[in-house]
């Protein structure tokens, strides 16, 4: 019997349902997935309390994984075969019915597990450093929320390409993690941020990839230098404001959106080629992640709520 994590009200963690779902077969152009590994997103937990409100009563989650059990007409795909999306809502189950246009082959080489952990989070990644902004070897970056999922795996990835990375968190707790992500790392709200930042970086960075939002939004432009990039990728704290004449001023490109609005058809090929490419370089080699029950959704969207995750996360539907 299929199970899947419901949602009948927006709130708290609590309101996580672990249920017994019947699974249809699949219509035209679609099939039906034994999921395997699902991913955890920070936007799941938005989904959840209401900040992105949803239709009710509905199943969480945008990203899963696993093996095609039956197709629909019209449907390039065998059974047996291993796929993978990230974005198709309904994903916290361990089986679906799914759409078969964002689906993604799995190479044999990349486990279940590599794509619930990096296949989203990387795809942003992706996006971040390949095609809002083309990082550079060499250049400075400052990556507010590094200790972030989406965050850890930008840095990390910025720093193989040549990048020197300042990343921050916002918890003191999470600073020696963070080291390990980043060539430096700092407390964003630490009172000495600016004048660590300053001797890091005395003319500026080059890039700043913003994940956090309204808290770090005015610190991030200050950090730039004059001509610098502005990258707006995530507003975990709220959207913040932008004084377009400063920005303007000081000839500061700023560049953002989602990844579903930006990685779409062709690019989808190529930015999954090149996070495949890097899995198998080793590049993610020092990236660990947390790994929960899907029937533990709960505790999983507490540990995040109580900031006590430093990277991705995924769940695994069968235990």
Avoid: C
């Amino acid at each position: 019997m299929a199970h899947a994590i419901r949602l009948y009200e927006h709130g708290d963690p609590g309101v996580l349902n672990w249920e017994r779902v019947e699974v249809g077969e699949p219509g035209p152009g679609e099939v039906r997935l034994r999921q395997r590994a699902v991913g955890l997103n920070f936007v799941d937990t938005m989904f959840r309390d209401g900040t992105f409100p949803l239709t009710l009563p509905t199943v969480l989650g945008i990203e899963g994984t696993g093996t095609v059990e039956a197709v629909g007409p019209g449907v390039d795909h065998s059974v047996g075969d291993r796929v993978a999306y990230f974005y198709a809502p309904g994903s916290y189950a361990t089986e679906r019915v799914v759409s078969a246009v964002p689906l993604v082959r799995l190479p044999d080489d990349i486990s279940v597990e590599q794509s619930a952990t990096f296949l989203g989070k990387g795809l942003t990644a992706w996006m971040g450093l390949r095609l809002l902004h083309q990082i550079k070897a060499g250049e400075t970056i400052l990556v507010q929320g590094a200790s972030g999922a989406t965050g850890t795996i930008l840095s990390v990835w910025a720093k193989a390409l040549g990048a020197k990375v300042i990343g921050t968190t916002g918890s003191p707790g999470k600073l020696d993690s963070l080291s390990s992500i980043a060539d430096h790392a700092l407390l964003a709200s630490d009172g000495g941020f600016e004048r660590d930042l300053k001797n890091l970086a005395p003319e500026g960075v080059d890039v700043v990839y913003e994940f956090v939002g309204k808290a770090t939004l005015a610190k991030s432009v200050a950090a730039l230098r004059d001509g610098g990039a502005l990258v707006t990728i995530g507003a975990a704290s709220g959207s913040g404001e932008l004084d377009e004449g400063l920005l303007a001023a000081r000839g500061i490109s700023v560049s953002g959106g989602s990844t579903v609005r930006n990685v779409h058809g062709e690019l989808v090929g190529q930015a999954t080629g090149d996070l495949f490419s890097a899995i198998r370089d080793g590049v993610f080699s020092s990236v660990e992640a947390a790994r929960y029950p899907l029937r533990a959704a709960a505790q999983a969207h507490e540990d995040i709520r109580g900031r006590r995750l430093v990277g991705p996360s995924y769940f695994i539907s069968s235990e």
